[in-house]
């Protein structure tokens, strides 16, 4: 009888432990892709169908390489698993663990259920350089700190060896499969994916890997910061739809500092960031409520503000401050947004507007290619000062300030804000503060053709600040 290769976030032949599993039993192997919208942890967003989509087809190629037909199957993942078994007879279903707590849930009641008809689940970790679970502090519990839980997973984790998948994969007899197209995956009304200018798939993780080894990294601890340089990996939503293993980028980065070709300093910080990855997706696992829930409670009492037409300026980049509104629009013309830049306009939310960051956190759910529930709450529950290992909340970034530093040349807002190319890079941080005969000359009426500051930033802070006092004690 086959076994059954069943894949979610592993989209992926080469170290693919799953699939090297399944393979060794020596038996036909039936890949399977379930389309399962109904008990999903959270329904994906938009610019994630798109991004799986495109997964999905330059997975089924590379399976159609080596002789295996991809299975598409759209539904409840139990009952559609069931029937598949029933159409080949299959014992063993392989997969690679997801570790939300509600998809682990759920996949514990799927393999308790299909045990008690015999069917075996057997699954590994492919997507996370430790197992949630596996790395504990002192006391046994699991850690709220990012520094002790990078030293822990350094000391422990080991990479697993470098497997690039079968070669040959027996194909399914005939089996029934969707079609893709039919999934409706892919924007059509409009088609708001235009700018997108990604590979999704294996090839393309792995490409965009050389790239950065052999470019951004060798500058990477500044270049990182800068939102106009192409500094980074761009890896993470392969990463998150498990295109390519962590493992591999970890090991590609200290290869490239033992072969002398970057600092080690580099490759580590590189690397560390890898672990906030892990060190998320671990606070998730034994935080169930990370994205719903203020990590330290008292921040849930905080006066947020109902402010629809804000909340709508932040979305649009219209905010009429040039960095914040950059950011937006990248987000929304590519699916991603520079780190440091998610943390500005994040900041811009949470403490200008003060607007809840769980409705920052659903509108990046939405919109980012790499959206991914525990990188995402974590991150917005940093920014917050919520979160476990937060920056503290008083620490309210100046949105002029910021672009000054980290866009001093403003090439990253002239790119994203056409509109405001013309302004010379001194002033185009704060418009409003131009000689009025400089916006003038460049053909700038602000309130018209940009708009302007919908806060002044000086009060938001104080009323930041101020909101703050009600719910701790901690200014
Ligand atoms: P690189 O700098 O090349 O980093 C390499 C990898 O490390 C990334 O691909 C990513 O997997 C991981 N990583 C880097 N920074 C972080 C971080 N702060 N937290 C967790 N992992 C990190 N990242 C997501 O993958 N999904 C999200 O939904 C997400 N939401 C975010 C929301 C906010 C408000 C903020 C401030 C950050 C968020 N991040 C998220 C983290 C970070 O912005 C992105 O991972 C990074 O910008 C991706 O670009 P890169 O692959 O070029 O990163």
Request: net charge neutral; with cysteine.
């Amino acid at each position: 009888a086959p076994v059954i290769l069943w894949f979610r976030r592993d989209l992926r032949l080469a170290d693919n432990p799953a699939l090297n599993k399944a393979h060794a039993t020596g038996r036909p192997v039936v890949p399977v892709y379930i389309h399962d919208e109904g008990t999903a942890v959270r329904p994906a967003g938009a610019a994630s169908l798109w991004w799986l989509d495109k997964s999905l087809r330059a997975l089924a190629g590379s399976l159609a390489e080596r002789g295996a037909t991809l299975i598409l199957r759209r539904g409840d993942s139990e009952t559609e698993l069931r029937r598949l078994i029933d159409q080949t007879g299959a014992d063993t279903v392989f997969l690679n663990r997801l570790f939300e707590p509600e998809a682990w849930t759920r996949d514990a009641d799927i393999a308790h259920g299909l045990k008690t008809d015999g069917v075996e689940c057997r699954g590994s970790n492919g997507s996370l350089l430790a197992l949630p679970g596996s790395l504990l502090n002192g006391s046994g519990g699991p850690y709220k700190v990012f520094t002790p839980f990078m030293k822990a997973l350094r000391a422990q984790a080991e990479p697993p060896a470098h497997t690039t998948g079968p070669r040959q994969l027996g194909a399914a007899p005939g089996l029934e499969s969707d079609d893709l197209d039919a999934w409706g995956l892919h924007p059509t009304r409009p088609d708001w994916s235009k700018g997108f200018d990604w590979t999704p798939g294996e090839d393309g993780a792995t490409a965009a890997l050389h790239r950065f080894v052999s470019g951004g990294l060798a500058d990477y601890s500044n270049g990182r910061d800068r939102p106009a340089e192409p500094a980074t990996s761009r890896l993470s939503p392969h990463l998150h739809f498990g295109e390519i293993s962590p493992w591999r980028a970890w090991i590609a980065a200290r290869d490239a500092a033992d072969g002398g070709k970057v600092t080690s300093g580099e490759a580590d910080k590189f690397i560390a960031e890898l672990i906030w990855r892990d060190f998320s997706a671990h606070l998730l696992h034994h935080f169930p409520t990370l994205p719903d829930k203020a990590f330290r409670p008292e921040y849930d009492a905080m006066p947020w503000r109902d402010d629809e037409p804000g909340f709508l300026a932040w979305t649009r980049g219209m905010t009429g401050y040039p960095i914040v509104d950059a950011g937006m629009r990248e987000l929304w013309a590519t699916g991603v947004m520079h780190n440091r830049v998610r943390m500005i306009v994040a900041s811009f939310l949470i403490k200008d507007l003060l607007i809840d960051w769980r409705r920052g956190e659903a509108w990046f759910w939405d919109t980012l290619v790499d959206a991914d529930l525990a990188s995402n709450s974590q991150n917005w529950q940093w920014v917050a000062g919520s979160g476990a290992d937060a920056s503290p909340y008083f620490r309210i970034f100046n949105p002029v300030t910021q672009g000054q530093k980290f866009d001093a040349e403003a090439r990253y807002v002239k790119r994203w804000i056409p509109e405001l190319a013309p302004v010379p890079a001194r002033w185009i941080h704060a418009p409003w503060n131009a000689p009025p005969e400089i916006l003038r000359d460049c053909g700038i009426r602000l309130g018209t053709t940009y708009p302007r500051p919908i806060v002044d930033h000086a009060r938001a802070r104080e009323r930041a600040l101020a909101a703050l006092k009600t719910v701790t004690a901690e200014r």
